[in-house]
């Protein structure tokens, strides 16, 4: 069973994942940071050939999995789960995102990993283009104002030298890549239940979405 939430950076959409994953004894599973891990092996490879990369990337060992209340990479033995988290690697990784060949590896490493366990996932097309018979979509959203201010908290433990102004101006313009990419852009599935999170508490949006799912589908 498969649960998907999309939405724009910084919505809110991973840790309410998690956070009904752990409530729910569910798996969460997040493809931006599968995006990011890419992102961040192309950097530290020194930014070669994009075509050549990521026609190779099926040599990469990738594991990705939900472990002890954290969805954790790793990358032929490299433990990327904190790496993949910095500024470096989040002003690139809209750009990796937007390749073909780059989202139909991410794609394929996704729908193996889901047909283990139950998960809820979160990303840009889960419910249009990766998993369009999902059995429940959300799409969350907030303003730009708020979503800026909720990514920059998370970024300064990481990474020290960010400003709020930098992560409201890497918002805008992931938003705007993500939206107009060719190659499944960010868009609401016809049939996502919309979660506007302005204005909202964590706990109040975690507990919405659990009544829908609740109400939605039998998960014993
Ligand atoms: O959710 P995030 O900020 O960690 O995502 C990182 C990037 O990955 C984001 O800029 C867009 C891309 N992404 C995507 O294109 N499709 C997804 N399903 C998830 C993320």
Do not use: C, H
């Amino acid at each position: 069973m498969i649960i998907v939430i999309d939405g724009p950076a910084g919505s809110g959409k991973s840790s309410t994942a998690k956070a009904i994953a752990n409530r729910l004894g569910i798996k969460f599973l997040d493809s931006g940071a599968l995006y990011r891990a890419i992102t961040y092996l192309w950097l530290k490879s020194g930014k070669p050939d994009k075509a050549e990369f990521f026609e190779n990337l099926s040599n990469i060992q990738l594991e990705a999995d939900f472990k002890d209340q954290t969805f954790y990479v790793q990358a032929g033995g490299e433990d990327l789960t904190d790496k993949i988290r910095t500024k470096y690697v989040a002003d690139q990784v809209s750009e990796i995102a937007s390749y073909k060949i780059a989202r139909s590896f991410v794609n394929s490493f996704m729908r193996d990993l889901v047909k283990k366990d139950t998960y809820i996932a979160d990303g840009r097309d889960l419910g249009t283009a990766v998993f369009s018979d999902a059995d429940l979509k959300f799409y969350m959203d907030a303003s730009l104002k708020e979503r800026a201010k909720r990514r920059f908290l998370e970024m300064k433990n990481s990474d020290s030298s960010v400003t709020l102004k930098d992560v409201m101006k890497n918002l805008r313009s992931r938003d705007e890549k993500d939206q107009n990419r060719d190659n499944d852009p960010l868009k609401r599935a016809d049939d996502a239940i919309i979660i506007d999170t302005t204005g909202k508490s964590f706990e109040e949006q975690v507990s919405e979405m659990i009544s829908i799912i609740n109400e939605k589908l039998n998960l014993n």
